[in-house]
C-alpha cells in the first residue's frame, strides 16, 4: 500500500488500518480484495462501536426508542465530516509526497484552513446533536453519550496523529 493510500484510508476511517500484502492476482484483483476487507472491516467497526455505546449508556427502552435514530442519523452526519477529514488527509499526502516532506506555505495555509473548518464542522455537529439527545435523555445521558464518542474520537485521532508526519 503506497504512502497516499494508506493516509487516505487512516483518514477515511479515522485509524490507521493494517496492511494487506499485494495479491499475485495483480493490482485489479488486489484493489478488488482490498476494497471487500474494508467495507467488512468497517461494518465491523461500526457494530462494535454500537454495542460499546449500547453497553454503557444503560438505556431504559423508552430511551432506546428515541436514542437509536439519534444516534444513526449522527453517525450518518459524522461520516460526511470523516469524509472531508479524509480528502483533506489525502491532498496533504499528495503535497508532502510531491514535495518530497515539503510543503509550500500556500497549501500549508490551504490545508491548514481546511482541516480547521472540519474541526469547526465537527464541532458544530456534536453540538446540534447533543441539543436533540437532551431532549430524550436526561443531561447525565447526553453528556454520557457526548464522552463516549469523545474517547472513540480520541482515541482514532491519536492513531491518526502517529501516522501522519509534521509540515516542513
Not at 2 to 10: E, F, Q, R, S
Not at 29 to 48: P, R, S, T
Not at 116 to 131: F, H, P, Q, T
Amino acid at each position: 500500500m503506497n504512502l497516499i493510500t494508506g493516509w487516505l484510508i487512516a483518514g477515511l476511517l479515522l485509524f490507521a488500518t493494517p496492511a494487506i500484502a499485494q495479491d499475485a492476482r495483480g493490482p485489479a484483483a488486489y484493489d478488488a480484495y482490498q476494497d471487500a476487507n474494508l467495507e467488512i472491516y468497517l461494518q465491523k467497526i461500526k457494530a462494535d462501536k454500537k454495542l460499546l455505546v449500547a453497553t454503557n449508556m444503560e438505556l431504559t427502552d423508552a430511551e432506546a426508542k428515541n436514542f437509536w435514530p439519534l444516534y444513526d442519523a449522527y453517525q450518518q452526519e459524522l461520516a460526511q465530516v470523516n469524509l472531508r477529514l479524509g480528502k483533506t488527509i489525502k491532498d496533504y499526502a499528495e503535497a508532502y509526497t510531491a514535495g518530497r516532506g515539503i510543503i509550500s506555505n500556500d497549501m500549508a495555509k490551504k490545508l491548514m484552513n481546511e482541516a480547521l473548518s472540519v474541526d469547526e464542522a465537527e464541532v458544530k455537529l456534536r453540538r446540534a446533536y447533543a441539543d436533540k439527545m437532551s431532549k430524550v435523555l436526561s443531561m447525565t445521558k447526553t453528556a454520557r453519550y457526548l464522552q463516549i464518542e469523545n474517547k472513540i474520537r480520541s482515541i482514532l485521532k491519536a492513531e491518526l496523529a502517529q501516522q501522519i508526519p509534521l509540515v516542513y
